[in-house]
T-cell receptor, first 114, second 113 residues
Framework: DTAVSQTPKYLVTQMGNDKSIKCEQN?????MYWYKQDSKKFLKIMFS???????INETVPNRFSPKSPDKAHLNLHINSLELGDSAVYFC?????????????FGEGSRLTVL | GENVEQHPSTLSVQEGDSAVIKCTYS??????FPWYKQELGKGPQLIID?????GEKKDQRIAVTLNKTAKHFSLHITETQPEDSAVYFC????????????FGTGTQLKVEL
């Protein structure tokens, strides 16, 4: 039973399109995150939500809009996709949103923008 | 903001040897230092962590040391096995920072037979 699941696993699309990635966690955690991993494997936080409230927004272009319908779900919608958006996007969750807690990552969604 | 540097970027060892990965951080308020292992095609997974009130922590073949004065921490893997081959990330965060982890740039560890 997957703890943090994200769909789709692979996404290939054209520049200018809009796409969404969905994430669900069944761990009962209050905090969820989106991380971006670029081609050099660098992992950088994009957003975090605690109980549906936005906590961290790391100067991500406003083409990226996270949505948390409930604390078990955090979706990522990307408008007007650009080549530089190609990356692996990881969803994660943690019990503790204050600091110092283990993050549980999904398996990633590889986005390729052509 | 926090900046975490990690070395080396690649590390190749013979099976049974030890491997050491080193990280430095910039924010003196950081107090939580986890290490994540990422296998090919998978998400990162926590393998060990240390908090700022502890200088060393060990879990079987894995140990982490922290030097707060120098702002650096290290991962030590002893008796390496082929299944240890992966990318390892150090990270740092501080309490009240919304559990915002700043990751190092990763180390590709290859354990050769």
């Amino acid at each position: 039973d997957t703890a943090v699941s994200q769909t789709p696993k692979y996404l290939v699309t054209q520049m200018g399109n809009d796409k969404s990635i969905k994430c669900e966690q069944n761990l009962g955690h209050d905090t969820m995150y989106w991380y971006k991993q670029d081609s050099k494997k660098f992992l950088k936080i994009m957003f975090s939500y605690n109980n549906k409230e936005l906590i961290i927004n790391e100067t991500v272009p406003n083409r990226f809009s996270p949505k948390s319908p409930d604390k078990a779900h955090l979706n990522l919608h990307i408008n007007s996709l650009e080549l530089g958006d190609s990356a692996v996007y990881f969803c994660a969750s943690s019990h503790d949103g204050l600091g110092g807690g283990e993050l549980f990552f999904g398996e990633g969604s590889r986005l390729t923008v052509l | 903001g926090e900046n975490v540097e990690q070395h080396p970027s690649t590390l190749s060892v013979q099976e049974g040897d030890s491997a050491v990965i080193k990280c430095t951080y910039s924010d003196s308020a950081s107090n939580y230092f986890p290490w994540y292992k990422q296998e090919l095609g998978k998400g990162p997974q926590l393998i060990i962590d240390i908090r700022s009130n502890v200088g060393e922590k060990k879990d079987q073949r894995i140990a982490v040391t922290l030097n707060k004065t120098a702002k650096h921490f290290s991962l030590h893997i002893t008796e390496t096995q082929p299944e240890d081959s992966a990318v390892y990330f150090c990270a740092a965060s501080r309490k009240g920072g919304g559990n915002k982890l700043t990751f190092g740039t990763g180390t590709q560890l290859k354990v050769e037979l």
